[in-house]
């Protein structure tokens, strides 16, 4: 079967730099020469498909799922390399992501992902994925005090340390989960929804704040931290 999205794509030999992929040229894209590594290595890897059938991406992607959330696969330019990344089923983050030259090592890397392999034995069997902090807190159960640890000595949020410090020891908002958007702090209910509702704490130049909820039906102007985290907190018991 061939694809086209009408720019002449309709070929692996059309789309696919047989410089690097000679491989991939030959066993007809991506997703053909994964089920085959696959097959010959006796992994696992469910169905196996690419991003789209449209054009050069059902010839340049595949992807794969797992139980915490998708895989995917994509072709590097100009060199030879396969970019991985393991996408969170729950939550804006990414477990892991890295590349490798080695289409056998992708292979068993997805079957590893699949069968539930932890983040640190995954970096040690495949040196060539990378993970960051936020990603082993979710791991370990610890997000939220992952990620107030990670702000509160970050050099980037120097200048919102005070604040950050404050709002972490209050007993509502402390339990919440924090980031920045456009130097505004937010405070969601569940770090694992990426609708989740939850609280904005925008400081001011001239030391006043003003507070919001997500649901926009709540909203404070403050002159001050205290009176801006008592703010907060009664808006949180409401939401």
Not at 176 to 195: G, I, Q, Y
Request: hydrophobic share 40%; glycine share 10%; charged share 25%.
């Amino acid at each position: 079967m061939t694809f086209s999205d009408g720019t002449g794509g309709g070929r692996p030999s059309d789309v696919l730099d047989a410089e690097y992929y000679p491989d991939l040229v030959l066993r007809g894209g991506l997703v053909a020469a994964l089920r085959q590594a696959a097959g010959q290595s006796g992994l696992d890897l469910g169905e196996v498909g690419p991003l789209s059938g449209r054009g050069g991406t059902a010839f340049k992607t595949a992807t794969a799922s797992s139980a915490r959330g998708e895989i995917v696969v994509r072709l590097g330019k100009g060199r030879r390399i396969f970019s991985i990344v393991l996408d969170s089923s729950r939550g804006a983050f990414v477990w892991a992501s890295g590349g490798t030259a080695d289409l056998n090592e992708v292979a068993a890397l997805v079957d590893a992902w699949r069968n539930g392999i932890s983040l640190r034995a995954l970096v040690e069997r495949f040196p060539f994925m990378a993970y960051d902090r936020l990603s082993l807190g979710y791991e370990d159960g610890t997000p939220i005090e992952t990620q107030w640890d990670i702000l509160l000595n970050s050099q980037e949020f120097t200048e919102y340390r005070n604040m950050l410090l404050r709002v972490r020891v209050n007993t509502y908002l402390g339990k919440m989960f924090p980031f920045f958007s456009h130097e505004t702090l937010r405070l969601v209910k569940d770090c694992f929804d990426r609708n989740s509702e939850g609280i904005f704490i925008d400081p001011r130049p001239d030391g006043s704040y003003f507070i919001w909820a997500t649901n926009n039906q709540m909203r404070r102007e403050a002159n001050g931290l205290e009176e801006a985290i008592a703010a907060a907190e009664a808006m949180t018991r409401r939401l």
